[in-house]
């Protein structure tokens, strides 16, 4: 069974602050690891996705990979309150028809 | 930007009745995908559909679930015989490639009476 987990939260943090959102993966085998945001009642949106053990920055977010203690991070510098949302790690293995799981969400607000 | 549409937004359909979900996919997207989100919980897999045919299927897409690719845009998913638990959002994603970002629609909200 694969499973990705991620805290539910809620996670507050203030506005300009960096917001730290983690998740875990329990598949070795998984290559692609995708982080989407989710605003209530809307679909995921695609924030950054990350193939390689390191950092990638684009913008405000980084995202960290660490295949060896099947971890993934993101983080979020400037935290803004349109910030506020669930967001949603992904994990993919492409030999098991490319689909992703997801994790439960973390809920972020960020206070003004 | 090029986007997956999804129609109807919401749909109600008395339980036993049948629905079909529709969904376009961005236009030179090869991997398509259905998932779906019980109010309150994780995005969940359905079906992924590669190349006119059923990649892979969770255990939650049995014998009432479907899908079908009728013409080169439109991608279907029927639920032949609907029950309450299939109340749900469900989501079309596309990608161009197998390992590359998935690209959601808004969704539909099927309600189940």
């Known amino acids: 069974q694969k499973e990705v987990e991620q805290n539910s939260g809620p996670l507050s943090v203030p506005e300009g602050a960096i917001a730290s959102l983690n998740c875990t993966y329990s598949?070795?085998?998984?290559?692609?690891f995708f982080w989407y945001r989710q605003y209530s009642g809307k679909s995921p949106e695609l924030i950054m996705f990350?193939?390689?053990?390191g950092d990638k920055e684009d913008g405000r977010f980084t995202a960290q990979l660490n295949k060896a203690s099947q971890y993934v991070s993101l983080l979020i510098r400037d935290s803004q309150p349109s910030d506020s949302a669930t967001y949603l790690c992904?994990?993919?293995?492409?030999?098991?028809?490319?689909?992703?799981?997801f994790g439960p969400g973390t809920r972020l607000s960020v206070l003004p | 930007e090029p986007e997956v549409t999804q129609t109807p937004s919401h749909q109600v359909t008395q339980m036993g009745q049948e629905v079909i979900l529709r969904c376009v996919p961005i236009?030179?997207?090869?991997?398509f995908y259905w998932y779906r989100q019980i109010l309150g919980q994780k995005v969940e897999f359905l079906v992924s559909?590669?190349?006119?045919?059923?990649?892979?299927k969770s255990e939650i897409f049995d014998d009432q679930f479907s899908v079908e690719r009728p013409d080169g845009s439109n991608f279907t998913l029927k639920i032949r015989s609907t029950k309450l638990e299939d109340s749900a959002m469900y989501f079309c994603?596309?990608?161009?490639?197998?390992?590359?970002?998935?690209?959601f629609g808004d969704g539909t909200r099927l309600s189940i009476l």
């Open positions: 994603a596309s990608s161009a490639k197998s390992n590359q970002p998935q690209h």
């Open positions: 598949d070795r085998g998984s290559q692609s």
């Open positions: 990350i193939y390689s053990n």
């Open positions: 992904a994990v993919m293995r492409e030999d098991y028809g490319q689909n992703f799981v």
């Open positions: 236009s030179n997207h090869l991997y």
């Open positions: 559909f590669y190349n006119n045919e059923i990649s892979e």
